[in-house]
């Protein structure tokens, strides 16, 4: 049976200018759960590397932005990845950390990566959109994931795209912590003692 598609529909803030992102910081900063993502313009030759382009940051209010070549926004960035009091809930994000290290100092704290977690409870297929399809109950569509990310005005199939990771992460992390799969040991079955 196919799944339904499922993708954000929620507000999607760009972080254009200061004010943008003096607000979405105070909204993250608010949060106890963020999802975490990146986009890098693709390479079509052999041996060709970008640095990534936008990182997405999903709240419970809405997907903020951040177009790293619009705005500088690394110093912000890094305060809120190396925040140890907010958790940064993403997928394969060893890479996605690896490459916005070359563009600015990181120290991360507190990020979690939800393949990792679902590759230690048996799940053999940890990418996205098949934990999305596992968990979530729908599928993710991958339309622009190979668009231009570095272009000054995102089309809205990019914005929509990149905003549904980033808020597909913050919903799995939720879903893993209901079904008790983030704890490092099992939690205990309770049994009820009858009233005598």
Not at 53 to 76: E, G, K, M, P, Y
Not at 144 to 157: D, E, G, I, M, V
Not at 159 to 174: F, G, M, P, V
């Amino acid at each position: 049976m196919r799944l339904p598609v499922v993708r954000y529909h929620g507000p999607i803030q760009p972080v254009a200018t200061e004010t943008d992102l003096q607000r979405a910081l105070a909204e993250i900063h608010s949060e106890r759960v963020v999802g975490f993502d990146t986009e890098t313009r693709p390479t079509f030759r052999k041996g060709q590397l970008h640095a990534p382009s936008l990182v997405q940051i999903a709240t419970s209010h809405a997907v903020h932005l951040f177009q790293l070549a619009r705005l500088d926004c690394s110093l912000a960035l890094a305060e809120v990845l190396g925040n140890p009091q907010i958790v940064k809930a993403g997928i394969a994000l060893a890479r996605d950390l690896s490459e916005l290290q070359k563009s600015f100092p990181i120290t991360p704290a507190n990020v979690v990566d939800l393949g990792e977690i679902a590759k230690r409870r048996g799940v053999e297929q940890t990418g996205l959109r098949n934990l999305a399809g596992l968990f979530l109950g729908g599928r993710i569509t991958k339309g622009p994931q190979t668009s231009n990310w570095a272009r000054a005005n995102l089309t809205p199939s990019q914005l929509c795209y990149a905003a549904t990771d980033a808020w597909a992460c913050r919903e799995l992390y939720l879903r893993f912590e209901s079904l008790g799969m983030l704890s490092h040991e099992p939690k205990p079955v309770t049994s009820r003692t009858p009233v005598t």
